[in-house]
């Protein structure tokens, strides 16, 4: 299938010749057959022209800057430091089908999983891979997940001959070249490995797009990716890293998580660190950048149990972020970061004059430019006669957490943080209130983060109001069954001694005019009174899903946050128990695991149950809505 390099000197021959004396010596200190026979082997493979190795030197991030210009995959704006990449047309979006795991014919996944016998898709994936870099430069790479020489430190490999690639992982991930040094690898599966190739390029974007797979071996814990440039398909190790990290943490008994990291001040500048996870479009970006919040992460959270306590660390260092509708007045940092001249890749938005544009930014657009058609003019139609956006919906930009206002400064600690509480927020019109602490454990990780379902919208899918269970948000990253996921959390909590409370938000409760019950700054309050929660500053009303927020807290947070009135009319809409959307949602939420799922645990059923009879007993005594007030 392959040729397997052993070591000797047909090996370094092939190495000196790829990479070249000083890419050669690079290697060399590494010290770890293991490494550079996975290197030698991939080049012999692959077959790029050369290869360059990645130091941790300035000199080398420099190089790959200015290859990725001189190829042509990225161009330089008006704004120093500022780059566009505009991939294909057909090639904007993380490719769900042709996304598979590698697994042996003997062995089974749930069917909820997309897989490949490991046999046949490693002869595909190989095949297409075959000289696929014949006439390109290789880009050799070294990266640590997580803080350097901690817990949370995981070594990641990176073959691509895309210096868009590479690039963007310089802004996003810490140099691990050294690591790479210190480390004495006896195997393969001791460090993630990442082969990517845009394969044959037409236009300077990848032309078989046909042939695009993402192929991932939980066992070797390699990710293969070809005939594709999109971040999400080739950046290894971001989401295709996560999910070899779940895999390995479910082994090792930790969480990897699809969670932001984020500090929340508190009384006499205490700061309270969250992890929350929250699907697409329900306000997770705009929850971690909260005003007089300090930022640890946007996306993902390896979490740990250290001595008894909850402990979690960003394997990132870097946001790849949905650039749509950032603008100046409601996203102030990140405004100010990609409109200064500091290192930053803007992907597929309009460019005219050297200036990005893109969708929601609130300020007019060209009426022509260049963008991810090609060259733009407003009316443009694709061959399907449907007009083409001046910005693509999915277009990113590239930067560092570093040059935001609002990093924390322990950013890099290898002890991580203590988490303090960890947060579910999903759209929901109807059923949850806007914030509410679990009563335990259990009872938060079934009822908040197993069951965390999300509503589309029109906008994004065509179809508004259809509820997708998404748990923990991490639905389409799992790489072992849901049943076991759920099982991993709860047994992790068993192993602290004191867990997180956990909470539950949601932004989009509309009345029965369908107008939203809160306003877009009002997320500050919710976090400000979990914050206060957490540390027992305030009480709480007990209800049957959970603990609500008293009404003179709230009011005085948001005359002292806000600087308005809360009023009560307002309080006991937002609050208002609805036991019929909650008996709806218990219903759709154990359909659900009773039919999607293999082996959930019988816990789940119990917990959904308890709180159903709950709901039900309250119904007798109060109605089908009930005020909060009534359980004071």
Known sequence: MIENYSLGKEREGLLKAKCGEKGYRKL???????????????????NPDSAFVRSNAEEDAEY???????????????????????????????????????????????????????????????????????????YICFFCLGPPNSRFSIPGLQITDS???????????????????????????????????????????????????????????????????YGGNTIGLKKLALRLAIKEASDEGWLAEHMFIVGVRGPNNRTT???GAFPSACGKTSTAMIKDASLVGDDIAYLRGVNGELRAANPEVGI??????V????????????????????????????????????EELPEEGINYSGAWFRGKKNSKGREISPSHPNARYTLRISDLGNKDPKLDSPEGFKVEGIIYGGRDSDTWVPVEEAFDWKHGVITKGAALESETTKATLGKSGERKLNP?????????????????????????????????????????????????????????????????????????TGYVPRYEDLRKLFKKVLGRDYSKKDYVKQFTLRVPEHLSKIARVKRFYEEEVRDPPESLFEELERQELRLKTAREKYGDYISPDEFK
């Open 273 to 275: 660190y969250f992890t």
């Open 163 to 229: 210096p868009y690639v590479v690039h963007s992982e310089d802004i996003l991930y810490r140099d691990g070249y050294e690591l790479f040094k210190i480390e004495k690898f006896e195997s393969l599966d001791e460090f993630f490995k990442f082969v990517h190739s845009e394969g044959t390029l037409e236009g300077n974007v990848s032309k078989n797009i046909d042939k695009r797979r993402i192929y991932t071996d939980l066992e070797e814990k390699i990710v293969y990716s070809v005939n594709t440039q």
């Open 28 to 46: 060399a200190k590494l010290n770890s057959p293991i490494v550079t026979d996975f290197i030698a082997k991939y080049l012999n493979h692959c």
């Open 320 to 325: 790849f972020g949905i650039i749509r509708d």
């Open 64 to 138: 790959i800057r200015k290859r990725a210009v001189e190829t042509g995959e990225e161009k330089e704006l008006a704004l120093e430091g500022h780059t566009v990449h505009f991939d294909g047309y057909y090639d904007q979006a993380r490719d769900k089908e042709n996304t598979k795991f590698l697994i042996d014919s003997h062995k089974a996944l749930n069917s909820q999983f997309n897989t490949v016998d490991k046999e046949e898709g490693l002869r595909e994936i190989h095949d297409y891979m075959k000289d696929v870099m014949e006439g390109s430069e290789a």
């Open 472 to 544: 923990m948000s991490n639905l389409d990253f799992l790489s072992i069954p849901i049943g076991k996921y759920i099982s991993n959390y709860l047994r992790f909590g068993d192993k602290l001694d004191e867990t997180p409370p956990i909470f539950s938000v949601n932004y989009f409760l509309l009345d029965e005019n369908g107008e939203y019950l809160s306003e877009m700054h009002d997320k500050q309050i919710w976090l400000k009174w979990m914050e206060l929660r957490v540390h027992k500053d305030v009480e709480a009303i007990k209800t049957p």
């Open 327 to 362: 603008n100046q007045e409601e996203d102030p940092l990140i405004w100010k970061a990609i409109t200064s001249p500091k290192e930053a890749i803007f992907s597929n938005v309009l460019v005219n004059d050297g200036v990005p544009y893109w969708l929601g930014m609130e």
